[in-house]
Antibody, heavy 121, light 106 residues
């Protein structure tokens, strides 16, 4: 069973950057396709980006192009999401998520517990 | 960009059937999955590849997808099914979530 454990809550000032980690256990990160999703308070789910392992290409949602960077350290089975130039609207819970099915049928079987990022001056 | 539209809310009496729609251009040509999210929890997939149920998901959850509309049906709705539901599909390798539907069991 895959488990995803994310880093703790963060408070950042506008204009700063945040880096959230996602530790994989129960499987090898190099065999998984990892994605990131966020949810602003009281709002819906928003897909940020990710990479299908077979394509080995990271795709970002147009909304976050240039501001988000997704990386991985497969030696420690940990994925990272870094978001820069933070604004108050980036206050949200950030989730890492993955599954075994590949595109175009990919779905998210496993989710991290979420990391609350608060952007406030 | 591709959009998926859901009704904001659906109300259902216990034991009755709840249907949640998800609309998008030529959605029937894509695979759709559905996620259930309860307050303070991470989402859980209840339907994938249009109509498949993951192990552990009750049989009362079913899905369909044709034309421009996908539908999640909850038969014999129980109080524990009260949650937010999101459809999700892929458009040119980019993930898209629906706007979300709050299901209330009255």
């Amino acid at each position: 069973q895959v488990q995803l454990v994310q880093s703790g809550a963060e408070v950042k000032k506008p204009g700063a950057s945040v880096k959230v980690s996602c530790k994989v256990s129960g499987h090898t990160l190099s065999e998984l396709s990892m994605y990131w999703v966020r949810q602003a308070p009281g709002k819906g789910l928003e897909w940020m980006g990710g990479s299908d392992r077979e394509d080995d290409e990271t795709i970002y949602a147009q909304k976050f192009q240039g501001r988000v960077t997704l990386t991985e350290d497969t030696s420690i089975d940990t994925a990272y999401m870094e978001l820069s130039s933070l604004k108050s609207e980036d206050t949200a819970v950030y989730y890492c998520t993955t599954g075994f099915t590949r595109l175009p049928a990919a779905h998210f079987d496993f989710w991290g517990q979420g990391t609350l990022v608060t952007v406030s001056s | 960009s591709y959009e998926l539209t859901q009704p904001p809310s659906v109300s259902v009496s216990p034991g009755q059937t709840a249907s949640i729609t998800c609309s998008g251009d030529k959605l029937g040509d894509k695979y759709v999955c559905w996620y259930q999210q309860k307050p303070g929890q991470s989402p859980v997939v209840v339907i994938y590849q249009d109509n498949k149920r993951p192990s552990g998901i009750p049989e009362r959850f079913s899905g369909s997808n044709s034309g421009n509309t996908a539908t999640l049906t909850i038969s014999g709705t129980q109080a524990m099914d009260e949650a937010d539901y999101y459809c999700q599909a892929w458009d040119s390798g980019t993930g898209v979530f629906g706007t979300g539907t709050k299901v209330t069991v009255l």
